[in-house]
């Protein structure tokens, strides 16, 4: 499939201003997981198709991707996919089973390693390039598109532990115990995230967000070791293939969740972006952060969701005015969950486009 780089004018930059440090006129929103399972739309879909199957036809991810924006007046797209389909482009089976989430029936082990099929693998992801072209057209222009990738300890995790787990301690004995392994498997994960991310933004991503979802399973002397040098990796290789490709650069943001103990590390990392979750104060992270050149973005617990309308535009206001309208992107502390109620984040997004900036 050709890459059709004839896009419409982007019509609301608020997001990528912030994220350049730029002045906008309202505080951009946008929410991780917004293509998703809490819209009645989008669970009407997955009753006639399976999950990866959505993830892996262009036409049926770009479809629910633009669902919260016909809804919301949001200030972004995520494209709809998944952080696992690394893992399965590498050869590892991946299913989404109802009620459990992600299982790989077959984890890695240290006997398997070898056996991770590299060759070719984004070439195999090529679905997720057409996916973002042809919803960056089907955007009209509305809303910037996101691209996105797991980051490599992260993907380690689920590959070795077989699906999520509450103390990913099967990965975490490859560190203690395994180092020169751990090291040849995040090696590998960083080579195609980065080949990945190039890919997502040649076929039209206008920024593209790295999750370390599983940050909070480490502590600083294991993250500063197996993981810092990996997402520096990421960024400055990023950038410089681009650059060869001729290529515009684009934000990039660094979301480590539970990550709060290395944040003044990861203002370091080359992101114009870092996100965080809601254990962390709005004023600890701005003083951490002062003078770093970084946009914040985050942090309402996704529970606040289940509150009242008034509690919630409480909280809201709240949160806004303890971080502020300089370099700051509104957002969840983590993804919205299944349940939370729709009105809600109606709520939320009023309650941000109305803040006096």
């Not at 016909?70 to 952080?83: G, H, N, P, Q, T």
């Not at 490599?152 to 020169?180: D, F």
């Not at 997502?200 to 500063?224: C, H, R």
């Not at 309208?325 to 509104?330: A, E, K, L, P």
Request: glycine share 6%.
């Amino acid at each position: 499939m050709s890459i059709n780089k004839d896009f419409p004018l982007l019509k609301n930059e608020r997001l990528l201003k912030a994220a350049r440090g730029e002045k906008v006129d309202k505080l951009p929103v946008w929410i991780m997981r917004q293509a998703g399972r809490y819209l009645p739309e989008f669970r009407e879909y997955r009753k006639q198709h399976d999950f990866f199957e959505i993830c892996n036809n262009p036409e049926y991810a770009c479809e629910v991707t633009l669902m919260p924006i016909r809804r919301y007046e949001l200030d972004a797209a995520i494209i709809f996919s998944d952080i696992l389909v690394i893992p399965q482009a590498l050869g590892l089976d991946v299913e989404m089973r109802p009620g459990v989430g992600p299982v790989l029936p077959e984890p890695l082990t240290l006997e398997t390693l070898s056996n991770l099929n590299t060759k070719g693998t984004v070439k195999k992801l090529e679905y997720v390039g057409q996916a973002i072209n042809l919803t960056r057209h089907k955007l009209e222009g509305n809303v910037p598109l996101f691209g996105f990738t797991g980051a490599p300890w992260t993907l380690m995790g689920y590959m070795i532990e077989g699906g999520g787990s509450k103390t990913y301690s099967k990965a975490k004995k490859w560190l203690y115990a395994h180092p020169q392994k751990s090291h040849e498997l995040l090696e590998i994960l960083t080579q195609v995230i980065i080949d990945y991310l190039v890919m997502q933004i040649e076929y039209g991503a206008q920024i593209v967000q790295v999750f370390d979802s599983n940050a909070e399973y480490l502590n600083k002397n294991l993250y500063s070791i197996f993981c810092l040098p990996y997402l520096k990796k990421i960024s400055l290789e990023v950038r410089k293939k681009l650059r060869e490709k001729k290529l515009e650069e684009v934000p990039m943001v660094l979301f480590a969740k539970g990550g709060w103990y290395c944040l003044e590390e990861q203002a370091e990392l080359g992101y114009e972006v870092l996100g965080v979750d809601w254990t962390v104060e709005p004023k600890y992270v701005r003083n951490i952060l002062k003078n770093k050149n970084i946009t914040i973005q985050g942090n309402l617990d996704p529970c606040a969701l289940y509150s009242s309308k008034s509690d919630l535009n409480s909280q809201v206001e709240k949160m806004l005015n303890e971080f502020g309208s300089d370099r700051y992107i509104v957002n969840l502390g983590h993804g919205i969950y299944p349940d939370a109620p729709i009105d809600s984040l109606k709520t939320v997004v009023d309650v941000v486009h109305s803040f006096e900036v």
